[in-house]
C-alpha cells in the first residue's frame, strides 16, 4: 500500500526528492563532491539524449558491458604473448571465431548508408 501511494504523489514532490536521494548516493561511495558532478553531467546527458530520441538500453548495456570487454581484451592478448597479429590469426583459423567475427562485421556493416544503397541496388538489379 505504501508503495502505491509514493507513486501517486505529485511530480512536483517527487522529482526534488529523487535529486536529493540521488545526490547523497552519489556523494556517499566516494565521499566526493566531484562523483556528484558527474552524477548531474551524465543526468543532463541522459536527459537529452532522451530528447533527441536515442535508446537508453543500448546505452546503459555499453557502460555496464564496457568494463567486462576491456577486461577479456587485456586477457587474450597477453595470452597470445601480446603479439596482435596471432591473436587475428586465431580469430581467422578457428570456423566458429570466424563465424561469429564475421557475424559482428554484417551487423555493424548493415547499419551503414553503405548498406542500403547496395540493398537498393541489388533489388533494382533483382526487379528488372
Request: hydrophobic share 50%.
Amino acid at each position: 500500500r505504501i508503495f502505491t501511494k509514493i507513486v501517486e504523489m505529485p511530480r512536483a514532490v517527487i522529482i526534488p526528492l529523487i535529486l536529493l536521494l540521488s545526490i547523497v548516493g552519489a556523494y556517499a561511495v566516494n565521499n566526493s563532491i566531484s562523483d556528484v558532478y558527474w552524477m548531474l553531467g551524465f543526468g543532463v546527458f541522459g536527459y537529452f539524449m532522451r530528447h533527441y530520441g536515442y535508446p537508453l538500453g543500448p546505452v546503459i548495456l555499453g557502460v555496464i558491458l564496457s568494463r567486462l570487454l576491456d577486461d577479456n581484451w587485456r586477457r587474450a592478448i597477453i595470452s597470445e604473448r601480446e603479439d596482435l597479429g596471432r591473436f587475428f590469426e586465431g580469430i581467422l583459423t578457428s570456423p566458429l571465431s570466424f563465424t561469429l567475427f564475421a557475424a559482428v562485421i554484417l551487423i555493424f556493416v548493415s547499419q551503414t548508408p553503405l548498406w542500403t544503397a547496395l540493398k537498393t541496388r541489388l533489388f533494382r538489379k533483382a526487379s528488372q
